[in-house]
């Protein structure tokens, strides 16, 4: 006959698909599948999701295909999801919860749930966020007609009888859009769940054009490490080392009475600004001459912060920040994948530096002349 709800959920049953052949049916209950996969009468054949980089990265859900050993026949589920490490207690209230809500269409409605048209029975579904992800709530009863039950009302309305399943589908990553408030941003997060949620903002922010690009995961090794914990920090480590003040920076030293320091930055980058350009405007990636460059710079006395501070402010306009190195990687990955938020291009960086040290009050041939 046919399984109780209960069964279909926790025990997982046979049943055929369209065309007649026998498929697993429900399991949709974690704890199950480890005592089947512990018997040797499951086993899990691979991750499905439609961004493999997302899905894997929400280490609460599964979604994947798998084949069971059951009365006789190797079922095979091309595609079920659960939650991992809730108890069967959580199960049995969302179930029910579900179930009370969609009673009525009208009730559904009330509570959130659009109707699932595709359904054999009586469906529906609620899309809810859960810490950065978003997933599907399925619900679906048989339809009950027998008025002796109150399951149908005097002007027709079909009402849901008993209940056949409750089970979650995995959607996706939350977008910024979706955020409920700014909160979201001071929430303290795990290296996998920065890594998960920082790309969208990225995007929402404008400083990348695409989820998936090599800029994202530069973005999130970035902000790794230096040691961010949420995306406030993230974003506000990201946006300081895109900064470009270089022209505030000059025209402060310039200024009659500016700070004592400031000037010797700046002398300090004209000095090195030559071999900069040479290394920046020649055939090669400036991140593959950038080796080059600073043994270039060791070689003619310069060592720790004499080397990588006027470098740093040549590209960004500030002295104290990220690491040289990784300050280029991400302003050669803005060249191919930024967002139109994420400042100033390396190649207009280069052409301000030429025009800021080596214009015609410079001596090319004498990177040792001062700008001031």
């Not at 704890?31 to 089947?36: D, I, N």
């Not at 995961?217 to 300081?240: D, I, P, T």
Request: proline letters at 4%; glycine letters at 10%.
């Amino acid at each position: 006959g046919r399984p109780s709800v209960f069964e279909h959920v926790f025990l997982g049953n046979l049943t055929e698909d369209l065309s007649g052949e026998p498929i697993a049916g429900g399991l949709h209950c974690w704890v199950k599948f480890y005592l089947e996969e512990l018997r040797g009468t499951a086993k899990y054949l691979g991750y499905i999701y439609n961004d493999p980089d997302v899905g894997l990265s929400d280490n609460r859900f599964v979604s994947g295909k798998f084949v069971w050993d059951h009365q006789g026949y190797k079922l095979v589920k091309d595609q079920g999801g659960f939650f991992i490490g809730v108890s069967p207690e959580w199960q049995l209230a969302c179930g029910t919860v579900a179930y009370f809500e969609t009673r009525r269409p009208e009730l559904a409605e009330r509570h959130g749930w659009q109707p699932w048209l595709e359904a054999r029975s009586l469906g529906f579904t609620k899309d809810v966020t859960h810490g950065f992800f978003r997933y599907r709530h399925v619900v679906c009863s048989r339809q009950c007609t027998d008025a002796s039950i109150g399951a149908s009302t005097s002007d027709g309305t079909v009402l849901a009888g008993e209940l056949c399943t409750s089970y979650a589908a995995f959607l996706g990553r939350e977008s910024p859009a979706e955020a409920e408030d700014a909160s979201v941003l001071d929430r303290a997060l795990s290296p996998s769940e920065l890594a998960a949620w920082l790309p969208a903002w990225v995007v929402s922010e404008g400083i990348a054009a695409q989820e998936g690009s090599k800029l994202c995961k530069e973005c999130v090794c970035f902000s790794a490490a230096r040691g961010c914990r949420s995306l406030r920090e993230a974003l506000a480590a990201l946006r300081q080392a895109l900064t470009f003040s270089l022209e505030d920076a000059v025209m402060a030293a310039r200024t009659s009475g500016g700070n004592p320091h400031a000037n010797e930055d700046v002398n300090d980058a004209a000095e090195v600004a030559e071999f900069f350009l040479e290394a920046a405007e020649g055939p090669e990636e400036l991140s593959v001459a950038l080796p080059r460059l600073l043994q270039r710079l060791r070689d003619g006395g310069r060592r720790g912060p004499r080397i990588h501070k006027p470098l740093r402010l040549l590209l960004t306009g500030q002295t104290n920040g990220a690491p040289v190195a990784e300050i280029v990687r991400l302003l050669e990955l803005l060249e191919l994948e930024g967002g139109d938020d994420a400042g100033v291009r390396l190649q207009d960086r280069v052409k301000l530096v030429r025009a800021l040290f080596l214009s015609s009050s410079t001596s090319r041939s004498n990177p040792q002349t001062s700008v001031l």
